[in-house]
């Protein structure tokens, strides 16, 4: 029987970026796998940082949020780097050139969408016309569809029939269809196969890339370290197909649905609406799908941030019939079991709890003998109480603290929006004049007893709130930024050898 914590990884001191992969720059209209990612690598290389946090990779849909995904084990394709199929011939210049027209500085999906999706069919279509096994050193198509069979068919087969059924949510299918195991049994068009087969192409890419990244990455001394939302998204491939593993009705309507109660973010707390899962499946599968969804999740990432670990101790659970989450209840789960399964399948993951929110006595119980580090966010830290567990005296070593997140305004658009004593307070307790609030918390961060400290790329570039990546409950408008090639350059310029002095001093 293992000794606990289950985990006791972090060890040394640390320091990481923030920054999604969409808000890189890059000539495609929207960040990707490619030059912009080696770049900002490099940056962090030359700046002392040794982790480059990111959120989910997957594919996303309606809204764009990376935690809302049709698959909790695929890539998306919008981030794959164009560039390779450039040289193989399987996109022209001129598709290529297209691209060049879409914004720079933002991300506009509407018109991202109807770009590139042509371009990337296209691709597809050059290379099974070519009757070539594989794409440059990117190993076989065939080895990587058999490695990946556990959820690669499932996706490809559920992207191609939702876009066959004009973009519809499964649940919206006919039911031959919506049914995943009568589907499957069904003799499907040409022009379906033909779909699906195009999407494993694409996952094929995706990836190769993130692979041939992460290598780099681990050249330069850098890990990446990736998100892994605790719910899966209603309209699925992952619901579709393992529907048995969820809270649903005959019908695969939503029995409840995710969420959390009031809270900083949101007066009328956050209704989620994902499907919740049926723990005592899970638990008669020994966990089977939590343990295959981890291991893909190290595949991609060398880090792996699980949010909402409040979750796993117990979840917020609302009526499927409720428009707000404040009615909702506490209901438990087996979280320790789950952990210790987990670590039986990954003893040397990798792995981070997102503990914010409301947490009670037993989820910071499960955090202690999991092991894993939890959360401080310093934007969270001043409502003038000393005891404030976010206030850098008060924290732990075993902790990953943040200036702020992809869901808080930067550091400079939160200070600003403050009342003047809560202002006055925060520059008594740091010792400054406010005057670079941004890089006053990084300072901070740094500066703290917590063994690792991550701030977001905008802290670093002092931008105020016009570079907020995202904002919850606010169903449109998210996941826009992207910083320019300039603003990396000139950051580099004036700030890398102090960055990296000042790690230093800071034994990190």
Same mark, same amino acid.
């Given at each position: ?65 990376? /935690?809302?995904?049709? @698959?909790?084990? +695929? ?5 794959? &780097?164009?560039?390779?199929?450039? =040289?193989? $011939? ?113 996952? /094929?890419?995706?990836? @190769?890339?993130? +692979? ?5 990455? &681990?050249?330069?001394?850098?890990? =990446?370290? $990736? ?127 997102? &503990? ?153």
């Amino acid at each position: 029987m293992s000794k606990l914590p289950l985990y006791n990884w972090l060890k040394e001191r640390a320091a990481g970026v923030m920054l999604h992969i969409s808000s890189l720059p890059s000539d495609t209209g929207i960040g990707n796998l490619g030059a912009g990612a080696y770049r900002y690598i490099d940056f962090l290389n030359t700046s002392g940082i040794s982790i480059w946090q990111i959120c989910p990779l997957g594919p996303t849909g309606f809204g764009d949020s990376p /935690y809302q995904c049709f @698959s909790a084990f +695929a890539g998306n394709p919008y981030f794959i &780097d164009l560039h390779p199929l450039l =040289i193989e $011939g399987l996109i022209t210049e001129k598709e290529y050139g297209s691209l060049a027209d879409l914004p720079r500085d933002h991300v506009d999906y509407g018109v991202l969408y109807l770009a590139i999706w042509p371009i990337l069919r296209k691709a597809y279509k050059r290379f099974k016309t070519s009757k070539k096994k594989q794409l440059q050193d990117y190993g076989s198509v065939a080895k990587f569809r058999k490695d990946q069979g556990h959820w690669l068919e499932d996706y490809a087969l559920f992207i191609s029939l939702k876009q066959n059924f004009g973009d519809k949510c499964w649940l919206d299918w006919p039911p031959e269809y919506s049914d995943a195991h009568r589907a499957k049994s069904q003799n499907m068009s040409s022009d379906i196969k033909d779909t699906a087969d195009a999407h494993v192409f694409f996952q /094929y890419i995706f990836y @190769s890339q993130l +692979a041939k990244l992460r290598a780099y990455a &681990d050249s330069r001394g850098v890990e =990446i370290m $990736g998100d892994a939302p605790i719910f899966v998204a209603l309209d699925s491939s992952d619901v579709w197909a393992n529907s048995e593993l969820f809270q649903l009705k005959k019908n695969g309507q939503p029995k409840a649905v995710a969420g959390v109660p009031p809270d900083y973010f949101a007066v009328n707390g956050q209704l989620w609406g994902n499907p919740l899962y049926d723990w005592a499946v899970h638990e008669k599968t020994g966990f089977a799908w939590w343990i295959q969804r981890i291991k893909s999740n190290l595949e991609f990432y060398d880090i792996v941030r699980l949010d909402h670990f409040r979750g796993f101790e117990s979840y917020w659970s609302v009526p499927a019939t409720e428009t707000t989450a404040r009615n909702g209840k506490w209901t438990p789960c087996p979280g320790l079991k789950l952990f210790k399964a987990i670590h039986n399948a990954c003893p040397e993951a990798k792995l981070v709890a997102e &503990d914010l929110g409301e947490i009670t006595d037993e989820v910071k119980e499960l955090r202690a003998i999991t092991g894993l580090p939890g959360m401080a966010v310093l934007q969270f830290a001043f409502n003038m109480d000393a005891d404030n567990t976010y206030l850098p005296h008060n924290y732990e070593r075993n902790c990953v603290t943040y200036s702020g997140t992809h869901d808080n305004d930067t550091s400079i658009g939160w200070y600003q929006a403050l009342d003047d004593a809560t202002q006055d307070y925060i520059r008594c307790y740091l010792g400054v004049t406010g005057e670079t609030i941004g890089w006053d918390l990084v300072r901070a961060a740094i500066e703290s007893s917590a063994l690792l400290a991550i701030f977001p790329l905008q802290d670093l570039m002092s931008l105020g709130e016009e570079a907020r990546l995202n904002t919850p409950g606010v169903p449109a408008g998210n996941w826009q930024w992207r910083y320019q090639p300039h603003q990396l350059d000139q950051l580099q310029s004036d700030s890398s050898t102090y960055l990296r002095e000042h790690l230093a001093l800071y034994g990190r």
